[in-house]
């Protein structure tokens, strides 16, 4: 096949599809036996879409007279989709490292936050940060996810609870989008927590007259393009019936239900969740069996946050239970100042050991079905021929290093590619880790 393309990857030791015939999400059956192919090759064509993938010399015979824009030999290394983060709160000033100590100390998240830390410790910080200032953080966070092999990334707000700093965060994310490599799907997360001074139904009424109308307006106007609607669903901050008014609100202007639920408390948020039709669930420490039944029945993505129960010392989520039933598993990192982990390799091992996940199933879980969570998997989330040429090489015959050598993706990961561009080349990858 003449002609000019972006990108050759040939030779690949290991080159992970994770999917090969167009799947939207792997259940566990489909994630006990990733596709993989050895001694294989892709291109990237101009449009930043994977054209071809398979074995190296059909690759090298079909694009026999083609020209590249760049080439790279992935002798003995792995080729992997990009990874995909499915649960990030990434805009705010004012860390909470002094909080580690109280929590290391044994104050619970609800004590923190009942004593004026926690949420609202971070919300005084935001609004009082310039957009620049947020901006600056926000990107320098973004460039350490994509290090960590991140190419595509939830982004929330949440860190302002009032209109004017709601819509300064979703700002900051537009702006990212709009400027940089890595892929971003936007969430507004205003009903993270009830302002000082408001009751969580004045909140409530606030968040659907107000924010979600001026919401509404910029995304028809292009100023800013919102994909999902977040409400943190807890005992002491939005109650049921408030998350189900807001979430339906939202999905009224379009917005895919993405929400926060069952991670302190029993809620029934998995019931509700299904019931509304929400494209993913966070957390779900505390779910039901009920609400795993029927987020299996309903297609609705578990974003599964290991580090967040390891930092907080919570109940680890069932994942096994949810694999078993059927359920849809994903994972995020849930990068906030109450979980600073920028590393989806990190949350995949700590879901192998700590969550009994088997690591293709984590990985499945980092790609495609974290893809899935964010109505994205037809575009990201594995490599085959259409989709977008998110890849990640890491210097290793086998691709399960990446999640056996906790801590070790810095030295692992050498190149990070979007749309077939080179955004990450780690000059100083050392050997092949194989030993």
């Keep these: 096949m003449a002609g ?19 799947e939207e999400y792997l259940l566990r059956e489909g994630a006990a036996r990733l596709a993989v192919l050895r001694d294989a090759s892709l291109v990237v064509g101009l449009d930043g879409c994977i054209k071809a993938v398979g074995q190296a010399d059909a690759i090298r015979n079909q694009f026999s007279g083609a020209t590249f824009e760049k080439i790279i030999d992935c002798s003995g290394k792995c080729v992997l989709p990009g990874l995909v983060d499915a649960h990030t709160h990434p805009v ?46 926000f990107k320098h966070r973004l460039e350490r996810m994509c290090r960590a092999g ?40 205003g009903a993270h927590s009830v302002p000082k001074g408001k009751t969580a139904a004045e909140a409530t009424d606030d968040i659907i007259n107000n924010h979600l109308p001026k919401l509404k307006e910029l995304n028809l106007s292009g100023e800013i393009h919102v994909n999902n609607i977040d409400v943190f669903c807890e005992k002491g901050v939005f109650d049921l019936d408030s998350t189900r008014r807001i979430l339906q ?15 302190l408390h029993p809620m029934k948020s998995a019931e509700l969740g ?65 979980a600073y982990c920028f590393s989806m390799p990190m949350v995949m091992h700590l879901a192998c050991v700590n969550m009994k996940m088997s690591m293709s199933e984590a990985l499945a879980a980092a790609t495609i079905n974290a893809a899935y969570a964010l109505g994205k998997s037809d575009t990201h989330g594995s490599i085959e021929t259409g989709k977008q040429g998110d890849l ?44």
């Design 4 to 22: 000019r393309h972006r990108l050759l990857l040939e030779n690949a030791g290991q080159l992970v599809l994770v999917c090969g015939r167009g």
């Design 392 to 435: 990640v090489i890491i210097n290793s015959s086998r691709w399960e290093h990446l999640i056996y050598q906790f801590g070790g993706h810095e030295a692992l990961i050498n190149y990070v590619i979007v749309k077939g561009k080179v955004i990450y080349q780690n000059e100083r990858c050392g050997t092949m880790s194989s030993y």
């Design 274 to 338: 299904a019931e509304l039709g929400a494209r993913a669930i966070s957390h779900l420490e505390e779910v039901s069996d009920e609400g795993i039944t029927a987020m299996a029945r309903a297609k609705c993505a578990a974003v599964l946050l290991p580090t967040t129960a390891y930092m907080l010392r919570l109940k680890q989520p069932q994942a096994r239970k949810m694999l078993e039933e059927g359920v849809i598993v994903a994972l995020g990192s849930d990068f906030n100042p109450n």
């Design 249 to 263: 609100a939202g999905k009224d202007i379009g917005l895919q239900i993405n929400f926060h639920g069952d991670e």
């Design 150 to 189: 991140s190419t595509l990334v939830e982004c929330k707000s949440g860190y302002g609870l009032n209109l004017e700093t709601e819509l300064k965060m979703l700002r900051v994310i537009e702006r990212a989008k709009q400027s940089m490599d890595i892929g971003i799907s936007s969430t507004y997360c």
């Design 92 to 137: 705010w000033a004012g860390d909470r490292v002094h909080e580690f100590a109280m929590k290391l100390a044994g104050a619970s998240y609800m004590e923190i936050h009942q004593a004026g830390g926690g949420i609202h410790f971070t919300v005084e910080h935001t609004r009082k940060a310039t957009e620049e200032e947020l901006f600056n953080t």
